[in-house]
């Protein structure tokens, strides 16, 4: 579903991502860690088309298509979705408003009828429960005077009802307390399936108690320099990043 | 610097679309301001003596005058000389009904959304449609009439209502107020004309919808709204004019009157030609709108989308006399491309626990510069008083500027002041959050502008609360960058 050769990409002039190789099939999900500054947001983020970042070498093909090659707009509605690490506040406009006219304009691209308000509403309703949304939350302003919690179950709240065919999800896990990191990690479990792909950016092992990866990879600044299976998360928990740091250095 | 090309810069350019020009026969006067053109104006008019003692002083008023300089607007200096201050077009006599009204005309306002054809109407509205210098059709005036609202063009008022007329005409912007209201009551032509009743609720909303046709002519409506004791009506003006390379002057004035217990909700979609890309043409809107809350427990309540317009100077206010009174102004403002807007309010608190609340939008885009001018006085009578102002001010872009300025007054210490203003600049995260979501950053621009507006918009009548967020978007294509 999503390979990623050689990916080299700067920003500001200097080189954040020293060429990344990634290959997620359907149906998997990968996990990236690392330690903080390594590039894992940069790497989602060029993925869903983020201006700013200049892609200096590599490619990146998305079911087949450059996805490089396609709009912000255009990938997220071919099924790439985003969960931001730090979602913005539209002031002035209802969750509700927002989100309805995303799906609609998915639902276009991809020759579906629109969804009147009526339908909508219980299509959001079913997918409210996945995360133990309040309804209150969809009338109120995107991501204004949210909590902590309650934003990123916004985010995955809004890819179940999106149905994205690959989810990047950026440290949707950090700031929750074990009830909302629980409850969010259902939710994210409820979306596997045999035609979805996910790949899970974490800092912390303890998402992946929660939603077990089929591998693992670590990124040390801006490079994979390591994967592994599940249990390869375990030993990263008890050994931290530093040295995997050290052995990549000897490498150099 | 970057993969995608900033979406900012992106957007594509939409035309002005109601910049279309109507082949229709005008009488036109010929160019130029003198006491004989008055007298031309007033005689094609057949109007009685007073109106044209009036129009007289005014001008003569005017003469001694010099044009305002203060506001942050910037222009090159107008020939009023080089203006026609009469254009109409020509009719073989006055049309009784619309079923008459040269269908020409029926089609130009068809063309701008407005039916006039009483089959086609508007439900729930009735319009005054004014071309050029002239009123051609009125809309559900038998109607209202059985409830003794009178509703009709101001030429016709001053003909069938000669003593309202002359009882309200100047009696809140005199002609003496300021240079360019001296020059509207020398010269107006037409305008609207409302008088609601004592204990009447107006069932349904009244507008004037006003378009410049001809060329190099100005046009200087006046529009007169009294609301009788107890009486309520609700009030919308809407204004557009053909793509000119020329720029065209536009001076209006508007005088409310509210009695006791009374309520005037008046809003404005303006969206006179802006002007091209580059600057070139669009309308000058030198505007005086001012409401006097006479009586006790009367409300006036202002709230405008200003979109075109080349230059926009207006500042509709509110005199809070009687007791317990109420002032409102919702304000969204928006310069794109090189316009310019100086617009705000002023609330005059003179009597007792009079209340007002100013919230200002501005937008600025392009090269537009967007300018809060806003006036809070509270006299010494004025016991109890109280304001509340925002001003929030949007910039799209790093060539346009915003800037607020309010002055406040206050003569009696029991007043209450609030005021709080913001400036933000849409974020391009904003935007591509949107995108990410399958939303085009254009979309993404007018849904988030739309956003910031939405307590203006929530005050306008549901019919055009949509228009206005449609031109919203319309007006902002092509602007960011
Ligand atoms: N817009 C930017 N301008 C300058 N430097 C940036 C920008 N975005 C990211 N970086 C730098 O790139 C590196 C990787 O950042 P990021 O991808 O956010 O890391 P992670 O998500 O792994 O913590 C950091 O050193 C960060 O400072
Ligand atoms: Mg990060």
């Known amino acids: 579903m999503l390979e990623i050769e050689n990916l080299h990409a700067k920003v500001e002039g200097s080189e954040i991502l020293h060429g990344i190789d990634l290959r997620i099939n359907a149906g998997e999900v990968h996990a990236i860690m690392g330690p903080n500054g390594s590039g894992k947001s940069t790497l989602a983020k060029i993925l869903a088309g983020r201006e700013g970042y200049d892609v200096t070498a590599g490619k990146v093909l998305f079911e087949g298509q450059d996805l490089l090659a396609m709009t912000p707009e255009d990938r997220a509605r071919a099924g790439v979705f985003l969960g931001f ?32 308000a009526m339908d909508f509403l219980v299509l959001a309703r079913e997918k409210m429960k996945l995360v133990d949304m309040d309804e209150d939350l969809m009338n109120r302003a995107v991501n204004e005077g949210f909590s902590g919690g309650e934003i990123k179950r916004n985010e995955v709240f809004q890819m179940a009802v999106l149905e994205p065919r ?52 670590v990124m040390i600044d801006g490079q994979v320099v390591r994967s592994g299976g599940k249990e390869f998360a375990l030993e990263l928990e008890e050994k931290g990043y530093g040295w995997l740091e050290e052995t990549e250095k000897a490498r150099a | 610097m970057s993969t995608a090309a900033n979406p900012l810069h992106e957007i594509t350019t939409a035309e002005y679309k109601y910049g279309f020009v109507t082949q229709i026969e005008s009488d036109t006067v010929p160019r130029g301001l003198s006491e004989d053109v008055i007298r031309l104006i007033s005689a094609k008019k057949n109007e009685p003596e007073f109106m044209l003692e009036w129009r007289l002083k005014a001008y003569r008023h005017w003469l001694t005058m010099e044009e305002p300089r203060w506001a942050n607007v910037h222009y090159p200096p107008i020939d009023y000389q080089a203006i026609s201050y009469y254009s109409a077009p020509k009719l073989k006599s006055r049309p009784k009904s619309i079923e008459e009204v040269d269908p020409e005309l029926l089609a130009t306002y068809e063309k701008l959304g407005i039916p006039l054809k009483e089959r086609e109407i508007l439900a729930g509205v009735a319009v ?41 005409l100047g009696t809140v912007v005199p ?3 300021n240079f360019f209201a001296a020059l509207n009551s020398a010269v107006f032509s037409d305008g609207s004309f409302c008088y609601i009743p004592r204990g009447v609720r107006c069932p349904m909303e009244l507008s004037t919808y006003f378009r410049i046709n001809a060329a190099s002519t100005g046009q200087f409506e006046r529009t007169l709204i009294v609301a009788e004791e107890g009486s309520y009506v609700s009030y919308l003006e809407g204004c557009t004019a053909p793509i000119r390379d020329e720029n065209q002057l536009h001076a209006a004035v508007v005088e409310l009157v509210a009695l006791d217990n009374a309520s005037i909700k008046y809003s404005t979609v303006q969206n006179w030609y802006p002007g091209d890309k580059e600057g070139k043409g669009g309308i000058y809107n030198f505007v005086t709108k001012r409401g006097k809350c006479q009586g006790v427990n009367s409300k006036i309540s202002w709230t405008q989308v200003e979109t075109g317009s080349a230059i926009t100077w207006k500042y509709p206010s509110c005199l809070l006399m009687g007791d317990n009174s109420v002032g409102e102004f919702h304000s969204v403002a928006l310069t794109n491309n090189y316009q310019q807007a100086d617009t705000g309010t002023k609330m005059i608190h003179i009597g007792k626990n009079t209340r007002s609340t100013v919230v200002s939008k501005g937008i600025s885009a392009g090269h537009g510069q967007n300018t809060y001018r806003g006036m809070v006085k509270i006299l010494k009578g004025a016991e109890g008083a109280r304001n509340f102002s925002r001003c929030d001010s949007l910039l799209l872009g790093d060539k346009c500027g915003a800037h607020t300025f309010p002055y406040i007054e206050v003569r009696n210490s029991t007043a209450t002041m609030e005021h709080e203003a913001s400036t933000s600049k849409i974020g391009e995260d904003q935007i591509f959050y949107c995108q990410q979501r399958g939303i085009s950053a254009e ?37 960011v960058g």
Do not use: W
């Not at chain 1, 989100?99 to 629109?114: D, F, H, Q, V």
């Not at chain 2, 993404?444 to 031109?471: D, H, T, W, Y």
């Open chain 2, 128 to 168: 005054d449609a004014v071309f050029d210098s002239i009123s051609v059709a009125t809309t559900f005036k038998d109607k209202l009439a059985e409830l003794g609202i009178i509703f009709c063009s101001f030429s016709e008022a001053v003909q069938e209502h000669p003593d309202l007329v002359r009882k309200y």
């Open chain 1, 85 to 116: 690490q730090y979602p913005v506040e539209i002031p002035g406009v209802s969750n509700m408003y927002f989100l309805k006219t995303a799906l609609n304009e998915i639902r276009k691209y991809r020759g579906l009828p629109e969804l009147d």
């Open chain 1, 166 to 217: 690959l989810a990047v999800l950026d440290e949707t896990d950090s700031g929750l307390d074990i009830d909302a990191l629980k409850t969010v990690a259902r939710g994210i479990n409820a979306m596997r399936r045999d035609d979805r792909a996910m790949l899970l950016i974490t800092h912390y092992q303890r998402l992946l108690n929660h939603v077990v990866p089929d591998k693992v990879h």
């Open chain 2, 443 to 479: 979309a993404a621009v007018s849904m988030i502008v739309n956003g910031f507006c939405k307590e203006v918009f929530r005050e306008l009548p549901m019919e055009f609360a949509v228009e206005a967020q449609k031109l919203l978007g319309v007006s902002l294509e092509g602007s």
């Open chain 2, 175 to 177: 002609y003496t107020d």
